[in-house]
């Protein structure tokens, strides 16, 4: 049930009005919970059944944390029992194809068994949620829930479970002891605007993108020759990849954080026009920044700390950018059991790397511009890597892109660039009336919410009638 069907938009509704017509707080939580387990189940019966699983063992392990000497191993024992469920289900042929070429490469012929289990859609997002629940409690800056019905709920909230926005712990427990309040007038109005917005950055501009994006990655595969097709055709899939992949993660996002603030629920903000950044470092201040927050505090500085004190505070430098390199790393290949994405978490360690050994910041004014155009496109050298099907798929693509073949076409590819760009670009200016609402943005930008309500309901029925096949999912909900 993705988030941007005529389904899900018929589930929320349902969901909205029954939760807002029951009485009690302890109702409506069993009956939310009782939903995401529905969405959850709908997408496969057997995703719910393993959620159901983890939670419990989470919750009584969690339970056990603070009131038992034992405390220390049942929170490492829970922290292994989620990074176990993620392994599992995501990595293991992963890590046993790599181990047979490894064997291979030193001529010695391995053939490991074949593991091809079903990925749970949203898996990698729950299972981190509860690492940061188990953690938060271990280092007394959260308390265990008070229930179990209240932690099955933080983990299986159906606008966050299948990709984020990731969500402190006693960020949301708090929020549902507090009985959140009906929506008023306003907040509906702005929860209205941004889904409607999300939708059209999803439908309109990210699913409409997709058969233009993949067309160069698609010609990188069938040749050997990247001259073999014109460089505007590399370089317009650079380009609009860039744009669908952040229409379509950015879209969710909001249409995630709209549906919950129907429900009376605040999720964090994850991107801030992140392609307006003038460093790497900017970047990610900008884009999944969830998960930069949570790699930043449940990796990076315990990772940094550790190094430090093994090394009685000496090499302070080459420590940090020891703990930004695997730390990136391992953020790549959270993304994906491929080495393309590892290759692509090494690509951001370096240049990330590159710009603390150097103290590197942004400028002002037109240093500023230009170096928010190379950020732009160094981002985009990492988005061949994490698009590409192969590293000799992205060589080809790269070759193409400087191959400059053919450059007659390139009037050819301009149009969709611009239209998507300067789409992308007028959403955010839109959505900055909801998301950062004042009361003249308020006035201002009511009248957006109806025309929005018809561009997208006459999109998505005209888009889905021209396609005539199953809507495209999320990105992010493959990870």
């Known amino acids: 049930m993705p988030l941007h069907t005529p389904i899900y938009l018929f589930f929320l509704c349902v969901v909205v009005l029954i939760y807002w017509l029951l009485p009690g707080g302890r109702w409506r939580r069993l009956f939310l919970l009782s939903a995401s387990y529905l969405f959850y189940a709908a997408f496969d019966a057997r995703f719910a059944i393993l959620l159901l699983a983890l939670t419990l063992i989470v919750y009584l392990l969690g339970r056990g944390i603070p009131s038992s000497r034992l405390g220390r191993l049942y929170a490492w024992l829970s922290v292994a029992v989620s990074l176990s469920v993620l392994v599992a289900f995501k990595y293991s042929g992963f890590f046993l194809s790599s181990v047979a070429a490894a064997f291979r490469l030193l001529g010695v012929s391995f053939f490991p068994p074949a593991l091809n289990f079903l990925l749970p859609v949203g898996l990698s997002f729950y299972t981190f949620q509860a690492i940061a629940y188990t953690t938060e409690i271990y280092r007394g800056t959260a308390q265990p829930s008070p229930s179990l019905l209240d932690f099955a709920l933080s983990l299986a909230f159906f606008p966050k479970l299948i990709a984020g926005p990731l969500v402190r712990p006693a960020e949301f427990q708090d929020q549902i002891g507090s009985h959140p309040p009906r929506p008023d007038a306003e907040a509906l109005k702005s929860a209205l605007g ?17 058969s233009l994006s993949e067309a160069a990655f698609r010609a990188s595969n069938l040749t050997p020759t990247p001259w073999s097709f014109p460089s505007p055709l590399y370089w317009a899939g650079f380009y609009l990849y860039a744009i669908q992949i952040y229409a379509d993660f950015s879209g969710y996002t909001d249409m995630a954080r709209a549906s919950a603030q129907l429900l009376g629920f605040s999720l964090p903000e994850n991107f801030r026009q992140p392609y307006l950044a003038g460093s790497i470092a900017d970047f990610w201040g900008r884009w999944h920044m969830t998960l930069t927050r949570w790699f930043r505090e449940y990796l990076f500085q315990p990772l940094s700390r550790s190094l430090l004190v093994a090394a009685k505070r000496r090499h302070r430098r080459v420590i940090q950018l020891a703990a930004n390199l695997t730390t990136m790393t391992l953020i790549g290949l959270w993304h994906g059991a491929a080495w393309t994405f590892v290759a692509w978490g090494l690509w951001h360690g370096v240049l990330l790397s590159i710009e603390r050994f150097f103290g590197f910041t942004p400028g002002r004014g037109w240093l500023r511009g230009l170096q928010g155009v190379i950020t732009f496109h160094l981002v985009g050298i990492g988005w061949v890597l994490f698009r590409a099907e192969s ?27 611009l239209l998507a760009g300067g789409l992308v670009v007028a959403i955010d200016l839109v959505a900055g009336g909801f998301v950062r609402p004042t009361p003249d943005s308020r006035r201002l930008w009511q009248p957006v919410l109806v025309v929005a309500c018809v561009l997208v309901l006459a999109g998505l029925a005209l888009l889905q009638f021209l396609r005539g096949v199953d809507p495209r999912p999320f990105i992010y909900g493959q990870f």
């Open 194 to 210: 941004l889904l409607l917005l999300g939708l059209m950055k999803k439908v309109l501009i990210a699913d409409s993108l997709g």
């Open 391 to 417: 590293f000799a798929s992205a060589g080809r693509f790269l070759k193409g892109l400087f191959s400059f073949q053919q450059l007659v076409w390139f009037p050819r590819y301009l149009p969709p660039l």
